[in-house]
């Protein structure tokens, strides 16, 4: 069982000894790795992945001298697969006994590479720092509703198009639905048809009832 979890898991494992040896490597992490698994046998981390090694093997020490597992640690480093670029792991190490128990004899180590997710994760918060500058920069009006109608945060310009004040909309009493012309209901209801389909709609011209029962 552990040789086919070896073998086929999509997971990359490795077993280490004392002086960061590689003792064994399942073919998933010597792909990572970039280097065939044989050609790890016998080297140690520090030989193989010099910069990696700086972070990782002070982590394998540590199980060693604790016999306690270390889980969801993320690495960030690179290897032979691709120089010079910078990539991520989600990591575990946790110890091998001796046959009786009494020591620590090896240091495995489970191996997930996150770099696609990372990508993704830095992307975003570059694209919420951009959505942000551009809603505190009140060039237009921008407004944040879920799809039953309430208007769940807006800023300045759109609150002063419609006419209504940001004491209103922290309580709560802002409906796009409400304040929305009954000519439009049907423009707005295939727009959340296709934001349903698609997760995005076409941009549509609309007006809004102001309090003073004017339309914008």
């Known amino acids: 069982l552990l040789q086919s979890l070896l073998k086929n898991a999509p997971v990359g494992f490795a077993f280490f000894d004392r002086r960061h040896q590689y003792i064994q490597i399942n073919d998933h992490l010597a792909e990572l790795n970039g280097i065939p698994a044989a050609a790890h046998l016998g080297h140690t981390l520090e030989e193989l992945l010099p910069l990696n090694a700086k972070v990782v093997g002070p982590l394998i020490d540590q199980v060693f001298r604790t016999g306690q597992a270390i889980l969801n640690r993320e690495i960030v480093g690179e290897t032979p697969k691709q120089p010079g670029k910078t990539r991520y792991w989600l990591t575990g190490y946790y110890p091998v006994m001796s046959q009786k128990g009494r020591k620590v004899e090896y240091v495995g180590a489970a191996v997930i590479e996150i770099t ?24 237009i009006g921008i407004n944040l509703s879920k799809i039953s109608g309430q208007i769940v945060d807006a800023n300045q310009a759109f609150l002063k198009m419609i006419g209504r004040s940001r004491s209103e909309l922290r309580a709560g009493h802002l409906s796009w639905d409400r304040i929305t012309p009954k000519d439009y209901r049907k423009v707005e209801e295939r727009a959340i048809r296709q934001l349903r389909r698609d997760h995005f709609s076409a941009l549509y011209e609309k007006e809004y009832i102001r309090p003073d029962g004017s339309h914008l």
Do not use: V, Y
């Open 116 to 139: 696609d997710r990372k990508k993704m994760e830095q992307a975003l918060r570059i694209s919420e720092t951009k959505f942000k500058g551009l809603f505190d920069s009140n060039i």
